[in-house]
């Protein structure tokens, strides 16, 4: 009797055997293996095509090349800041709509994530030519008003204000998602009611309370919205902008090596931001 109360349960009806640890490291190991493998190999290729050739052999010609390159820096500056400013504009859009309708208005709260999520479904060519047809639809139609005048200033390339509003649109989906995860986190009615039954005004709370509690959120949508604009093309190609992808691309009919080493050395930028925000809420919780 002992005996068999002994054996493991291996009836057709029972639970399934639980994994060992050793299994469960096992197979975690290769999955990150094959992982890594996906992102390494095409990495190491673009590398070993930007510093050797038939006719030199091996050269770091490449990327002595970036800093020197037309346009490099006035494009990359240009990214840059367009991203800053998306950056504070999807910020000061999301957060303060995802409050009030936690706080007052709970049965929104569909309505603004089915707004935050629909431009996933629209095509960037879409969005763009829509875009586009509205700026020319407005030059002509705005021609005899004082707002012309701004229509035309949205637009200066300096700085193209019509590009940060459609960056905008474009990172809404993730910036909502971002936050949506970090408010969702803690309680935020009983941290306002708190703070505001002790005498805190309203930007007090928000600056003071709920930031400091979601910063890891806001971090994470920050840096979707910045390799999100640092790796567009489409919207700024077809408007005719020469943000930093675009100029990439640009130069790439010129000198292919050149154009991967930026494409290799923009990657490893992103990457080395997302290991660093990663590492700082691991180090948070």
Not at 55 to 72: D, K, M
Not at 78 to 94: E, F, K, N, Q, R
Not at 218 to 241: D, K, M, N, Q, W
Not at 242 to 253: C, H, K, L, Y
Request: no cysteine; hydrophobic share 55%; proline share 6%.
């Amino acid at each position: 009797m002992v005996a068999v109360a002994a054996l493991p349960d291996v009836t057709p009806g029972g639970p399934a055997p639980a994994a060992r640890p050793g299994q469960r490291r096992a197979w975690r190991g290769i999955v990150l293996v094959v992982a890594a493998l996906y992102f390494v190999v095409p990495m190491a290729v673009s590398f070993w095509f930007t510093v050797y050739s038939e006719g030199q052999g091996f050269s770091l010609a490449a990327y002595g090349r970036i800093l020197s390159a037309p346009g490099f820096l006035s494009s990359l500056l240009l990214s840059l800041g367009l991203a800053a400013a998306t950056i504070v504009v999807v910020l000061l859009l999301t957060l303060p709509a995802m409050l009030a309708v936690r706080l007052g208005a709970s049965r929104l709260g569909p309505v603004l994530e089915l707004i935050a999520t629909l431009p996933l479904v629209v095509p960037p060519i879409t969005y763009v030519v829509g875009i586009s047809t509205a700026l020319r639809g407005g030059i002509d139609a705005l021609a005899a008003t004082p707002l012309w005048a701004t229509l035309i200033a949205v637009q200066d390339e300096r700085f193209p204000i019509v590009l940060v509003l459609a960056y905008v649109v474009l990172t809404l989906p993730f910036a909502y998602r971002s936050l949506d995860a970090g408010l969702r986190a803690i309680d935020v009615r009983t941290l306002v009611e708190a703070a505001r039954n002790l005498g805190a005004s309203w930007p007090y709370v928000l600056f003071r309370v709920i930031i400091p509690n979601i910063r890891s959120a806001i971090a994470s949508a920050s840096f979707l919205t910045l390799a999100l604009v640092l790796g567009e093309y489409t919207v700024a190609a077809l408007l005719g902008y020469q943000t930093f992808p675009v100029w990439i691309v640009t130069i790439s009919g010129n000198d292919g090596q050149l154009s991967v080493a930026l494409s290799i050395i923009s990657l490893l930028l992103i990457w080395l931001l997302l290991l660093t925000l990663s590492g700082a809420g691991r180090k948070r919780s």
